[in-house]
């Protein structure tokens, strides 16, 4: 379980993407690993949630994440990665972009010399997401098909489905409950911080 801090940090942190004035809706979509488990099937236990209505939802924001990272809750906890006019997460309905960003899979952020990231963490053992901020204005539909952030999720070698608009990323500190990352104690590694510049 994380605490209300690291529920913060990490909101703190992912809110950087959707820029400082920009008001919208969020969302913190989970996967119910137990009934994947049960079931068997790798395509049940997604549950999208409600729309977070941002700044305002803060609050609730922070609750959420702690609620679905308890001790008992097997969920893993994703965020996205825009803002979004009205409460559906669809492309069309997305603003203003403050961020690239990208799921790096085995790709050290550390490595990334050229280009190096504002924000990293490691989302598991070995793997890891980062973005990379606006110093200011935005970036206009910068995740569109064949923009910015697709050619620099390839040029990068990071994960190729993972730049589009609608993406989710792994909320930082929280903990991975895929089955292959099970200790022999039962428990799941957390997520962690590397930098935020």
């Known amino acids: 379980m994380i605490t209300k801090n690291q529920a913060e940090q990490a909101l703190r942190l992912i809110s950087s993407a959707w820029g400082r004035k920009q008001t919208g809706y969020v969302f913190f979509p989970w996967i119910d690993r137990e009934k994947q488990r049960l079931t068997g099937k790798r395509r049940v236990g997604f549950n999208e ?6 700044p305002a939802d803060r609050q609730k924001i922070v609750n959420h994440i702690m609620f679905h990272t308890n001790d ?3 969920h893993d906890l994703y965020w996205t990665t825009s803002i979004y006019e009205y409460p559906i997460r669809r492309e069309d309905y997305a603003m203003d972009e403050h961020a690239l960003w990208a799921d790096l899979d ?3 952020p ?5 280009y190096p990231p504002t924000i990293a963490w490691e989302s598991s053992p070995g793997r ?4 990379w901020l606006a110093a200011q204005g935005d970036f206009q539909g ?3 098909p064949g923009n910015e952030n697709q050619r620099m ?3 990068i070698g990071a994960d190729p489905s993972g730049w589009d608009t609608v993406q989710l990323l792994r909320v930082p500190h929280t903990p991975n409950h895929k089955p292959e990352y099970r200790g022999d104690n039962g428990e799941y590694p957390e997520g962690k911080l590397l930098w935020y510049n």
Do not use: H, N, R
Request: hydrophobic letters at 50%; glycine letters at 4%.
């Open 106 to 108: 085995a790709v050290d």
């Open 110 to 114: 550390s490595t990334l010399d050229d």
């Open 142 to 144: 910068a995740s569109w």
């Open 128 to 131: 890891y997401q980062a973005l």
């Open 49 to 54: 949630g409600e729309a977070f209505k941002w």
């Open 72 to 74: 008992v809750a097997e």
């Open 153 to 155: 999720t390839y040029m």
